[in-house]
């Protein structure tokens, strides 16, 4: 197949564009490359990279894909509350006008990453894709807003996919630490204790980056009529985890490290455990290949291979807030990556 992956150079994209080309696809990716000089690995190239915009993509330049794998967006709540009009330009309304054009071009598959954060403050535990949804931050409803735009456009020529994904974690050659599995772990390493923001009790649904990449793979094999309009939470059923558990993992992998809960964030209202029936029912063939242990512990290995420092955690480079903030200037014209 020909396929196009917005988003290529990102946390995600760079497995993405890995998987990909191991299989034999064509891979074309779209990213800013705003992120650059952040790298912490070398990246598998796509085959042909357009440094732009994703909003300025044309239809010459999406026409003869198959799939487009839509992941470029601001990419968490922190980064989407620092300004949300933005968030809603990029996520929203960019998001929408590509699909848009995507169909135009003769794209017969669209796939987007959405998010499991959409649930915000879950109402009860085991979320399935019929309850509620309970956003808690720009990021989250601009993710509502973009499924339901782009379901409108969903017909027996253009099919769209809708990947919940859980909290990412995990090695990546574009590593961001401002994620909680990650951020706990490298905390650990740099500082010697693991410093939880809430009491540890909120529930996170986890997923390895590379397994993400994995399911847009799968998605864009599925049957239509499996995966046509219908949001799917993706994860797995035994890796829901509360933020004290990977505390416990974390102090596994390094016991010198101690666990303290600095309750800065209070009653941390992102709090949801999730289901992952409808993704097994509907893609069987799929499951995940890390488990959040043995996800950690490559991570670690890695982190230890690159002697990663107080430096490291505290500076710009792995956290993409920091480096947003730097780079504003950009945002108001130009998409970024996850």
Not at 136 to 157: C, L, P, Q, R, T
Not at 256 to 269: C, I, M
Request: proline residues 4%.
């Amino acid at each position: 197949m020909r396929i196009l992956v917005t988003g290529s150079r990102g946390y995600i994209g760079t497995h993405l564009v890995d998987i990909l080309k191991a299989e034999g696809h064509s891979v074309t990716g779209v990213d800013l490359d705003l992120f650059e000089g952040c790298e912490f690995d070398p990246s598998v190239a796509a085959d042909k990279e357009l440094k732009q915009d994703f909003r300025t993509l044309t239809a010459q330049q999406l026409e003869g894909h198959d799939c487009v794998m839509h992941l470029a967006a601001i990419s968490n709540d922190p980064m989407g509350d620092l300004d949300p009009s933005i968030t809603y330009s990029i996520n929203r309304d960019g998001s929408i006008a590509l699909a848009a054009l995507a169909k135009k071009a003769g794209v017969s598959r669209f796939l987007f990453a959405s998010s499991c954060s959409i649930y915000g403050k879950g109402e009860k535990l085991d979320l399935t894709e019929q309850d509620s949804l309970n956003p808690v931050s720009a990021y989250a409803e601009s993710k509502i807003a973009a499924e339901k735009g782009i379901g409108e456009m969903g017909d027996n020529n253009f099919t769209v996919g809708f990947l919940r994904n859980a909290t990412a974690y995990g090695y990546s050659p574009m590593l961001r630490i401002d994620l909680v599995v990650n951020n706990l772990l490298g905390c650990a390493l740099s500082r010697g204790d693991i410093r939880i923001m809430s009491d540890g009790s909120p529930w996170r649904p986890l997923i390895h980056c590379r397994d993400i990449a994995r399911a847009f793979v799968a998605f864009s094999k599925a049957p239509a009529e499996k995966i046509q309009n219908r949001p799917m939470n993706v994860g797995g059923n035994a890796e829901n985890y509360q933020v004290r558990q990977v505390g416990d993992f974390v102090q596994k992998l390094v016991p010198n490290a101690s666990v303290v809960y600095t309750g800065e964030v209070g009653n941390d209202p992102r709090n949801y455990r999730v289901s992952f029936d409808l993704l097994g029912a509907q893609l069987p063939e799929f499951s995940l290949q890390y488990t959040l242990e043995k996800g950690m512990e490559e991570l670690h290995r890695k982190m230890v291979e690159h002697k990663f420092s107080l430096e490291d955690f505290t500076g710009d480079r792995y956290v993409r807030l920091r480096t947003l903030k730097h780079r504003m200037n950009r945002l108001s014209q130009e998409p970024v990556t996850a």
